[in-house]
């Protein structure tokens, strides 16, 4: 015998709220640069309310130049004055580069603090609390830039243009704010601030100290010749002393140029990639 199957009871659907999904809103580019612009006003009020975040170059270009100058002036140059030349350009390079470190550094220690996942509520281009960061930061690079050629004024550096001067100033930010988007990605991808800041440290270091900027290249050692012929920081520190000192533009000028043009290049879509990934 079969079984006589009743009436299908029908239960009554229950609908399940959709899952949480963040806007997928499309923004223009134009809105997406107003947005930058206006991180960038926020970052340069953080510099108004903590003046310690300028402390690094406010203080470095001042111990630089001077310590540097008092040790190195007599041994290479016979005496300060006529070491400033080769000195102070370098520093102008050692410190704007150093300067471009903490870029990465504050920008870990925002996401630590989940100030990025605030920004990701508003309805503003995920890209803007990054860049805004990084464009803010190129006030920093402006100051480390002043302060350095201030300095070496003091102590009796006359630059051979004031033209050649600014142009200096302008092709150190460039490559500066080039270099920061590689410690931006490293601000992205590490979990610690102090680990952001002893890396980058460890990959600056040789760049600066093993390059022309404050000794000639001929005193090292063969391999380390060798080295600063390639280093881009020996060709940046060539072109700002020939823009500073000279007053001329020369070939070291295109190549730096274009190795900060290749640096954003490559470590810009990188670096927003990665931060849409992780943020």
Not at 223 to 233: C, D, I, S
Request: net charge positive; with cysteine; glycine share 8%.
């Amino acid at each position: 015998m079969t079984a006589v199957q009743g009436p299908s009871v029908r239960r009554p659907s229950v609908r399940r709220p959709p899952a949480h999904r963040p806007s997928l809103h499309r923004v223009s580019p134009g809105s997406a640069l107003t947005h930058a612009g206006t991180m960038a006003y926020r970052g340069l009020l953080k510099f108004k309310h903590n003046p310690q975040q300028l402390f690094d170059v406010l203080v470095l270009p001042v111990v630089f130049t001077v310590m540097f100058a008092g040790i190195f002036g007599g041994a290479i140059a016979g005496d300060v004055a006529s070491y400033l030349p080769t000195l102070v350009p370098g520093v102008l390079v050692q410190v704007a580069l150093a300067a471009s470190v903490t870029t990465g550094v504050q920008l870990r220690e925002d996401m630590n603090k989940g100030v990025f996942d605030r920004f990701r509520s508003l309805p503003i281009a995920r890209i803007a609390p990054l860049a805004g960061s990084l464009i803010a930061d190129v006030v920093r690079y402006a100051v480390a830039a002043v302060i350095t050629i201030a300095v070496g004024m003091a102590l009796g550096y006359r630059p051979g243009s004031v033209v050649g001067v600014v142009a200096a100033c302008v092709l150190t930010i460039v490559c500066a704010f080039a270099l920061s988007w590689i410690f931006a990605l490293m601000g992205v991808l590490m979990s610690k601030a102090s680990t952001v800041q002893g890396v980058s440290m460890l990959v600056l270091m040789p760049l600066t100290f093993m390059s022309n900027a404050l000794v000639p290249v001929a005193t090292m050692p063969g391999w380390m010749q060798a080295f600063a012929g390639v280093n881009p920081v020996s060709h940046l520190v060539s072109a700002v002393r020939q823009l500073a000192n000279e007053g001329q533009f020369g070939l070291q000028i295109v190549w730096s140029l274009l190795g900060a043009f290749a640096v954003l290049a490559v470590a810009a879509p990188v670096a927003l990639r990665v931060y849409m990934r992780r943020t």
